[in-house]
């Protein structure tokens, strides 16, 4: 049987979307299958933010941040639309790795300050440990516009993108592959599972595989708080939502002085959502559930902590004007992405809650594994992602 398309996308978030703009770019024609309306929260790629950042020890990752930096520049230039805000991120604490080094060696330029030089530069924060200040490299990305313009963008190219269109079942066969939607059967050279936190509903029995692939759907509770009017000194505060940088903090494990175990669970992250506030969240921290069964709640106690986290480590924000949001992370255990190929299905899930700011990158190499001889050895990805390194 003849294809109907090169590439048939299930999933239409970042990463489906940016496998559409770069496989519709070199010429295949390619339709994207997404389950939901234009604009829906139910996977994870919503919202108006997304922290942007090069702060990584391991080659692989540091190798595609200085790869997605050109690429953000490559799909501005081509829709005219600005994603990628470098108001700079401040990364303090103490983190398990020092990472100035690696920085320094990719050629990422990078300030480092003490606590109390970071606070003389950003009144509104405060900083503990080692600052590191990526000035022009990092910053946020709008989430929202982004899926929207990488639709847009892999449109224009030629591709297809078909909302309110479940997939039920793909089915490889010798020379093409079935993908089984509610309403009919599409055909295709190559499919490619970006499912997100729905990829074990697909992804077992369309590879071959015959397990689980070891994702756990974990759904967490950032909030976004208000800029407070005045620092505790009474001080008018001078930052502002829109140049406020990113940042995250490794914090102590134990109080420097009493020697208590800290109450912050993982890494706190925050950025600006520009209209909303600043995001404040933790890393990882929320609740196992499965993609269907998220409450689009907070859990009881989140908000004292949100809350108690801006009080003592951000003045310039307001402990008590919050609102919170729901988002998930679709994990690994070990935090690594998971992209390889088995025959004529390409799995992508790069997540673990730091998938996004490599969006254009990834899709490049998404597409790169959906172009590959379907006989060859996968060869587009490091052995990092692959699916013999999850599944050992």
């Given at each position: 049987?003849?294809a ?22 070199r010429g ?12 829906h ?14 702060t ?6 540091v190798g ?19 994603l990628?805000?470098?108001?700079g ?37 405060r ?13 946020r990305?709008?989430a ?20 309110n ?10 020379g ?15 499919v ?41 000194s ?9 140049t ?40 990882a ?18 908000d ?38 088995c ?11 730091h ?38």
């Amino acid at each position: 049987m003849s294809a109907q398309w090169d590439v048939v996308i299930v999933g239409g978030g970042a990463m489906g979307s940016a496998a559409a703009w770069q496989l519709a770019r070199r010429g295949r024609s390619v339709v994207v299958c997404e389950q939901f309306s234009v604009g829906h929260t139910r996977g994870s790629s919503h919202g108006g933010s997304r922290i942007y950042r090069t702060t990584y020890a391991q080659p692989e990752y540091v190798g595609l941040m200085r790869q997605a930096l050109g690429e953000w520049d490559l799909l501005e230039a081509e829709s005219g639309v600005n994603l990628l805000s470098r108001v700079g991120l401040v990364s303090h604490g103490f983190p398990p790795v020092d990472f100035e080094q690696p920085m320094r060696d990719a050629g990422i330029p990078v300030e480092v300050l003490s606590a109390v030089e970071a606070r003389e530069r950003w009144p509104g924060m405060r900083c503990e440990g080692k600052v590191l200040f990526e000035h022009s490299t990092a910053g946020r990305v709008n989430a929202d516009l982004a899926v929207a313009v990488l639709q847009q963008e892999a449109v224009r190219h030629g591709a297809q993108v078909r909302h309110n269109t479940r997939v039920i079942d793909v089915r490889q066969h010798p020379g093409f592959v079935e993908v089984v939607t509610e309403g009919e059967t599409l055909t295709a050279s190559r499919v490619v599972l970006a499912t997100g936190g729905w990829m074990n509903a697909l992804a077992p029995r369309a590879t071959g595989v015959d397990q689980a692939l070891p994702l756990d759907v974990i759904e967490v509770a950032p909030a976004h708080f208000a800029l407070a009017e005045s620092l505790p000194s009474g001080d008018p505060n001078p930052m502002a939502e829109d140049t406020w940088p990113s940042f995250t903090h490794d914090h102590a494990p134990t109080h420097p002085v009493t020697g208590e175990p800290t109450r912050w669970p993982g890494i706190v992250y925050g950025l600006a959502t520009p209209g909303e506030g600043i995001k404040v969240g933790f890393n990882a921290y929320g609740r196992t559930v499965t993609a269907d069964t998220r409450t689009f709640t907070y859990a009881a106690g989140d908000d004292a902590l949100h809350r108690d986290y801006v009080r003592q480590w951000l003045p310039g924000l307001n402990p008590d004007a919050s609102e919170f949001l729901s988002c998930t992370y679709t994990k690994t255990p070990s935090n690594d992405f998971v992209l390889d190929r088995c025959g004529r299905v390409v799995v992508a899930s790069p997540c673990s809650g730091h998938g996004f700011k490599f969006t254009p990158t990834l899709g490049g190499l998404i597409a790169d594994l959906a172009t590959e001889p379907d006989d060859a050895p996968t060869s587009s990805v490091p052995e990092l992602f692959r699916l013999a390194h999850h599944l050992r």
